[in-house]
């Protein structure tokens, strides 16, 4: 399904220990979040390897058919964001794969987050919950919980945390979507952090200096 293999970003001078997998938005690649990560205000401790998938280019009916980097189709774009629910558990199958590989590389899935933006944060949500295996943490950004009525969450990750950040000015994804989401994930029986920011559909340095922190404390320790 991928037109390309990921970005990966090493951490300097170590082997790394854990993984965080970040998807992109709509219209975007894996370079889009490259600048983040050495924004970052990680714990000098931490030896973390980022892998930042690049979407495959799909025609979207909401833009005229035209085609560009996306994780599925919106349909229309009501708040409901009705969408291809196939591509969207296609793209959720890459996610997987990618932890598959990790794991295979020696990181305790314990370790690994996964993390999305927008249209990577849908996908995100429902790659998280339905991995077998039990997972660090979820980080949903600027984004909606499409799948949240068809889910079958994995038992392996019930206990998963949850933390969702939104932009109270967002005039591409409402802001309502985002809590709605997390709502949803509640509802599902998750624990869920949600946070707000003064800001449109983007990040913030405020919110740079929040995912730090939440990376710090889910992958600050190795489990025993």
Same mark, same amino acid.
């Given at each position: 399904m991928a037109d390309s293999s990921p970005l990966i970003i090493e951490p300097q001078h170590r082997t790394a220990d854990a993984t965080v997998i970040l998807l992109h938005g709509l219209g975007a690649d894996g370079h889009d979040f490259e600048p983040l990560v =050495?924004? /970052?205000?990680? %714990? %000098?401790?931490?030896?973390v390897r980022f892998i930042l998938p690049h979407a495959p280019r799909l025609a979207v009916t909401?833009?005229?058919g035209m085609e560009m980097p996306a994780w599925y189709d919106i349909l229309d774009m009501n708040l409901g964001r009705r969408i291809d629910e196939a591509q969207l558990k296609a793209s959720a199958d890459r996610v997987h794969a990618l932890i598959d590989?990790?794991?295979?590389?020696?990181?305790d899935s314990r370790r690994i987050v996964v993390a999305g933006f927008s249209q990577g944060g849908a996908v995100a949500y429902h790659a998280a919950l339905t991995y077998p295996q039990p997972l660090a943490? /979820?980080?949903?950004?600027? &984004?909606?919980?499409?799948?949240a009525e068809s889910i079958q969450p994995s038992e392996a990750n019930r206990a998963l945390p949850i933390e969702v950040h939104h932009g109270s000015f967002d005039p591409v994804? =409402?802001? &309502?979507?985002?809590? @709605?989401?997390? @709502?949803?994930?509640e509802a599902l029986g998750y624990a869920v952090n949600y946070r707000t920011y003064p800001m449109q559909h983007a990040l913030c340095p405020e919110q740079?200096? %929040?995912?730090? =922190?939440w990376l710090n404390a889910r992958l600050g320790a190795k489990e025993a």
């Open positions: =050495p924004a /970052l205000p990680l %714990d %000098d401790s931490l030896a909401v833009n005229g590989a990790e794991i295979a590389k020696g990181i943490g /979820l980080l949903a950004l600027s &984004t909606y919980f499409a799948t994804v =409402p802001e &309502t979507l985002g809590h @709605e989401g997390a @709502e949803r994930a740079i200096g %929040d995912i730090g =922190p």
